[in-house]
């Protein structure tokens, strides 16, 4: 019988999906299970958008333009503008979620082979996606212990090999929290010039910062303009994870007749899912205020009970939903699938990320776990309680 392809074998299990199963046996016995483990706000999606649905009179779903429908690009316009950054249809490309953005940006702007450097620990499926694509990741390791810092650009520099092609950038950081400034930004920036490098982009959790300080984009870079690529989604932007909608962004002519191929050769994004998220651009300030104050109130709600608990440690994270904690335990996975199996108060247990998967370079991370603050508060201060008390636990009859 034949194998499948070396690249089928390779293809690594997601660290925010696999433990799954242990997730639903504890649901099957009767125990309710705190998800902290994924990106998927409870939030409500914008009643705006949910109305398109209720609306729509169309008899037949019929395919899109390749690029994504005009009315979707031009609401892409206008919310870029809201950030100071001109674009036209010909700059955007509408894709099958930020996923596919990524993917697309791997295979127009690389070969096989070619290396991409990326601050790790990172979000997650950029292995899965360096696999499917034939792209090697090169991890620029940041630490908790340096608040996640990006290291001198000198030490970047020592990676760069001939086959060096792009670095990639996740401004704010999934998954720890990280916000770069314009001046780390731009040492990147400076890296890529004269290093000849693409720049990749990954600004989905642009307008979730926390201590007023305000996004910076690498399509602001003037000098760097036709090497950058974003790559955004609206998923958890509007909380529409199951609407696959994302964008693909770039200045570069020839990045975007290379994208339009490909995404010709995929025929549409979803067409219904495009007509919903028009409707995003006219979401006015309020929205964005009140969706991030709440966030902001979750994170709170996680830092409080992290400082009761002996041995944890962190960095305050200043974007996105997302911390990663270094747990006074040998495999976080472990305790993770504990709390799952054999843990739980009144019923109740938590379900973490291990961060492990989180890295590229072998055996970091192991001791480390995501959390992702995406329950509302009430629930995310029940769901510390238990992890409090589960690691607890766990520690004394580790002894």
Known sequence: ??????????????????????????????????????GQPDVETPEEMLKVLN??????????????????QDALVKYY??????????????????????????????????????????????????????????????????????????????????????VMIC????????????????????????????????????????????HVSLLSFEEAKDRVVVMD???KRFSSCGARIGAFVSYNKEIMKAALAYGQARLCPPTIDQM???????????????????????RDAVLATLKEMKGVEYRV???????????????????IIWLLTDFDVNGETVMLAPAEGFYSTPGLGRNEARIAFVLNEEKTKRAMNVLKLGLEKYLEIQK
């Open 317 to 335: 994270p200043n974007g996105a939903f997302y911390i990663v904690i270094k747990l006074p335990v040998k495999n976080a996975e472990d305790f």
């Open 55 to 72: 609306e729509i009179k169309t008899k037949v779903i019929a395919y899109g333009p390749s690029q994504g429908i005009p009315e979707y």
């Open 233 to 235: 989604s609206i998923s």
């Open 276 to 298: 919903m998220a028009v409707k995003s651009a006219d979401l006015d300030d309020k929205y964005y205020e009140t969706v991030v104050g709440e966030y902001k109130r979750r």
């Open 1 to 38: 019988m034949r194998h499948i392809s070396v690249r089928g074998q390779s293809m690594p299990l997601s660290p925010i999906r696999k433990l799954a199963p242990y997730a639903n046996d504890a649901k099957a016995k009767g125990k309710t299970v705190y998800h902290f483990n994924i």
């Open 81 to 166: 503008a809201r950030y100071d950054i001109p674009l036209t249809r010909d700059n955007i490309m509408v894709t099958t979620g930020g996923s596919e953005a990524i993917i697309m940006a791997y295979t127009v702007c690389l070969d096989a082979g070619d290396e991409v450097l990326i601050p790790e620990p990172f979000y997650t499926n950029y292995n899965g996606f360096a696999t499917a694509t034939g792209v090697k990741i090169v991890p620029i390791t940041t630490k908790i212990d340096n608040d996640w810092e990006i290291p001198a650009v000198e030490e970047i520099e020592k990676l760069v090999t001939p086959n060096t092609k792009a």
């Open 171 to 214: 401004n704010p950081n999934n998954p720890t929290g990280k916000v770069y400034s314009r001046e780390e930004l731009s040492k990147i920036v400076q890296l890529a010039i004269k290093k000849d490098l693409f720049i990749f982009a990954d600004e989905v959790y642009r307008e979730f910062i926390f201590n007023g300080e305000k």
